[in-house]
């Protein structure tokens, strides 16, 4: 069973009122990507390295691109999203959001989280991030419970929930 309706038309841009925006990532943004993930990598591996074993260490330029592909094919299949946060020339990637289906037991009928590069931890565009994705997806997504893991509960809880039969 499909978890989003056949119906459903992802968002391909989510302007935020800092002058940033969401959008699909696709493997062209290897050369912002890498940056982004790898000039954070030890905050980011706190957040999803037991969960996800992300990211390596020693993440070369064509592994990210390899990964950036995965998510762009599963993006277009509707398998689960990874939007960039970019800036307004998209130069740069600032961060990143996951929108997936739902892995663990529960009622959630998506499992969402999102980052920022280090420099931008606690400054106005994260916080604005943080208030905008809840309502960006009761807005724009079809879902009606999702649980927003690393918010609602820690990635420690999630981990340790039974996976979805």
């Known amino acids: 069973m499909p978890w989003l309706p056949d119906d459903f038309a992802h968002p391909l841009r989510a302007d935020l009122p800092t002058g940033q925006h969401l959008r699909p990532i696709r493997a062209a943004d290897t050369p912002i990507d890498l940056p982004a993930v790898m000039g954070s990598r030890e905050r980011l ?3 999803y390295g037991e969960a996800w074993g992300w990211p390596p260490a020693t993440m070369t330029e064509e592994q990210d691109r390899e990964d950036l592909a995965r998510h762009e094919h599963e993006i277009e299949a509707h398998e689960s999203f990874n939007y960039a946060l970019v800036d307004e020339d998209e130069t740069e990637l600032l961060g990143c959001v996951y929108v997936d289906p739902p892995e663990k037991a529960g009622d959630a009928d998506a499992e969402v989280s999102w980052w920022v590069v280090d420099r931008l931890v606690g400054t106005e565009v994260e916080a604005a991030l943080d208030d905008f994705v809840p309502r960006w997806l009761a807005r ?3 879902l009606r419970a999702p ?4 918010r609602d509960l820690t990635w420690a809880e999630w981990v340790a929930l039974p996976d979805r039969d």
Do not use: S
Request: net charge neutral; proline share 10%.
């Open 147 to 150: 649980r927003y893991v690393g």
């Open 140 to 142: 724009e997504w079809p």
């Open 45 to 47: 591996w706190a957040v």
